[in-house]
């Protein structure tokens, strides 16, 4: 690979940066200044970017908070996109593994690991997604018993899915600002799925946050529309993922 696209693979900065500092003799493989941005390096070298000793990555997991209002697409010229909320130096081979529709918020993993994603998101590994809801009206154990069994959608029947109650809110003025606050469990991840859920009970989600997906977690120390790098352990779970 070229040396440039190696250090911007790294995020050391843009392709014209990187360049820059090359030029200027910022750069030393194997100790030996290297002037040429198209040099090619294998990643065995030891590479020193201004002080830097450099450790290549192949692949990159981020988690995401996402915020709502942002949509779940590497591009668009319309409407901000997840990966707009990564800094310009990022790698351009990232996506976001699965979907979330515009105003559902919580945990997006973003990769470049094909193979790991594709693990994650095939029907045959029913990976467990679960979320957080606000639902309009009173969520009751007629609900709990009918996710259980599997709720009948136009297009498909949905796998068993755990309901949980977590808090309900019933007004003595008007039966209209009832609400409830839940946490499913599905292990599909068909388009609205858990609106489309619900809807089949009658009910609207006011508000959706996807809170794990398999074995990882929200971090609840990440604010909404930041990121963080996976922790070794985390893509280790990930990996482990069957
Ligand atoms: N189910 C939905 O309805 N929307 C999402 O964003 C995720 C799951």
């Given at each position: 690979m070229r040396l440039d696209k190696y250090l911007a693979d790294l995020q050391v900065g843009t392709r014209k940066e990187i360049k820059e500092m090359i030029r200027k003799g910022l750069v030393t493989v194997n100790g030996e200044i290297e002037k040429d941005p198209g040099t090619s390096v294998s990643g065995e070298e030891g590479i020193i970017c201004d002080g830097e000793p450099m450790e290549y990555q192949e692949y990159v997991y981020y988690m995401m908070n996402k915020p709502e209002g942002v949509i779940t697409a590497t591009e668009d010229s319309h409407q901000e996109t997840v990966l707009d909320l990564?800094?310009?130096?990022?790698?351009?081979?990232?996506?976001?593994?699965?979907?979330l529709d515009k105003d559902t918020k919580g945990l997006?993993?973003?990769?470049?690991?094909?193979?790991?994603?594709?693990?994650l998101l095939s029907p045959k590994h029913h990976v467990e997604k679960t979320y957080e809801a606000w639902i309009e009206g009173l969520v009751t154990k007629l609900d709990v018993d009918r996710f259980a069994r599997g709720v009948e959608l136009e297009d498909f029947k949905a796998m068993p899915a755990r309901l949980e109650i977590l808090q309900t809110y019933v007004s003595q003025q008007?039966?209209?600002?009832?609400?409830?606050?839940?946490?499913?469990?599905?292990?599909?991840?068909?388009?609205?799925?858990?609106?489309?859920?619900?809807?089949?009970?009658h009910k609207k989600v006011a508000a959706l946050k996807r809170i794990s997906m398999g074995p990882l977690t929200l971090d609840p120390d990440l604010p909404e529309g930041e990121f963080r790098e996976l922790t070794p352990e985390e893509v280790a779970a990930l990996k482990e993922v069957e």
């Open positions: 990564l800094p310009e130096r990022r790698r351009k081979d990232l996506f976001p593994v699965g979907r997006l993993l973003i990769t470049n690991d094909g193979q790991l994603a594709h693990r008007d039966q209209m600002e009832n609400k409830s606050y839940v946490r499913v469990t599905i292990h599909e991840g068909k388009f609205h799925q858990i609106k489309r859920m619900f809807e089949a009970q």
